[in-house]
């Protein structure tokens, strides 16, 4: 990804979880906070009530691409949590990147 590192500290995550902003949609919730940095920071997880381990995996593969297509159209800056949530499963990448659009970039830059 170009202006996006990976979040891989648990630290981050919590951090995140309790003083970021978060949009919750019908998919996943994006938690956001600004990060004073160049670039964008971005993780995803899927629980296991998600389902199996082929359920959890496709839903990250979709959340990951749909961030991908828009990333040029992401503010630069920022932390970015995803969490997958029930809705997601049996979703197509471009029904996650319209939700995507139309919640969390316009969320962002308010």
């Known amino acids: 990804m170009l202006y996006t590192?990976?979040?891989k500290d648990n630290k981050l995550f919590l951090k995140l979880y309790r003083k970021g902003k978060y949009t919750a949609t019908e998919y996943f919730t994006a938690y956001y906070m600004p990060n004073k940095?160049?670039?964008n920071r971005f993780g995803i997880t899927a629980?296991?009530?998600l389902g199996s381990a082929v359920v959890r995996n496709r839903a990250k593969r979709i959340l990951r691409e749909a961030y991908r297509k828009n990333e040029l159209a992401m503010p630069i800056g920022f932390d970015i949590v995803f969490?997958?949530?029930a809705g997601i499963v049996g979703k197509?990448?471009?029904d996650v990147e319209?939700?995507?659009v139309s919640?969390?970039?316009k969320?962002?830059?308010k």
């Open 92 to 94: 197509k990448t471009d």
């Open 83 to 85: 969490v997958a949530r």
């Open 37 to 39: 940095l160049p670039y």
């Open 47 to 49: 629980g296991k009530k």
């Open 98 to 100: 319209k939700v995507l």
């Open 103 to 105: 919640k969390v970039i």
């Open 5 to 7: 590192e990976k979040i």
């Open 107 to 109: 969320a962002m830059r």
